[in-house]
């Protein structure tokens, strides 16, 4: 050794590790089927975090539905620099619901032309005549 004492001694005492007689393609099938089994665990638990994930903004939303011709607000959380976030206008766009692409996203005509926007992103002005 270089002069310094091990931090522990467990390699000493364990010795070389036994290292078994399998050839290279024993090898990377046993190491495919370890991955294997580690991709489907992760998928699992990453398929548990999303259902929990989604159950958690669920709670959070109300469902809003829109009909075209409808006038809204944009949210559009812009940042000055020496202002307080408390007194700027989140909603300082205006527009007009054009086409309800799925349940919860919209294609709106604003000042600057069409954009889509999701439900949670908008509020009723005002309501679409009836026809």
Request: proline content about 5%.
């Amino acid at each position: 050794m270089t002069g310094r004492h091990p931090r522990w001694t467990v390699d000493l005492l364990l010795g070389e590790p036994a290292y078994s007689d399998h050839t290279l393609p024993e090898y990377a099938q046993e190491v495919r089927d370890r991955l294997t089994t580690a991709y489907e665990t992760v998928r699992e638990n990453l398929q548990t975090a999303a259902v929990a994930a989604s159950d958690w903004y669920n709670r959070k939303t109300r469902l809003r539905d829109f009909c075209v011709g409808d006038k809204v607000r944009l949210y559009c959380p812009r940042q000055f620099i020496g202002r307080s976030p408390k007194l700027q206008l989140n909603y300082s766009q205006t527009g007009k619901i054009l086409q309800k692409l799925n349940s919860s996203a919209y294609l709106v005509k604003t000042a600057k032309g069409k954009k889509i926007f999701h439900a949670d992103k908008l509020k009723l002005i005002t309501l679409c005549p009836e026809n």
